[in-house]
């Protein structure tokens, strides 16, 4: 079996900067596709920032130039850097991912739990 984890939300103030975390943990040896989903009060769960398997990525036009998606070395760690925040940006952010298994296993559009940031004004 195995899990996304979130981590890295927080209040912060306008202008700040986060960094969150998608870590997936079990029977698995790597993350490749993954997306960077916001939900808030005022929008439906969208896309943020999505990053493919073969290294090309993508932003909501609200994001770009602000937030940066990465994968850690380790290969089971994938980050959304987020910078000027803005309180717009603030919400719910989930992760979602296509996992490489160990024993030939692999796993599709598994969901963290998310982790939330608010940006206060």
């Known amino acids: 079996q195995v899990q996304l984890v979130e981590s890295g939300g927080s209040l912060v103030q306008a202008g700040g900067s986060l960094k969150l975390s998608c870590a997936a943990s079990g029977s698995i040896k790597s993350i490749s596709a993954v997306g960077w989903y916001r939900e808030s009060l005022r929008t439906r769960r969208e896309l943020v920032a999505g990053l493919t398997s073969g290294g090309g990525t993508n932003y909501a036009d609200s994001v770009k130039g602000r937030f940066v998606i990465s994968r850690a070395n380790a290969k089971n760690t994938v980050y959304l850097q987020m910078n000027s925040l803005k309180p717009e940006d603030t919400g719910v952010y989930y992760c979602?991912?296509?996992?490489?298994?160990?024993?030939?296993?692999?796993?599709?559009?598994?969901w963290g739990q998310g982790t939330q940031v608010t940006v206060s004004s």
């Open positions: 979602n991912a296509d996992l490489i298994g160990l024993g030939g296993f692999n796993y599709t559009d598994y």
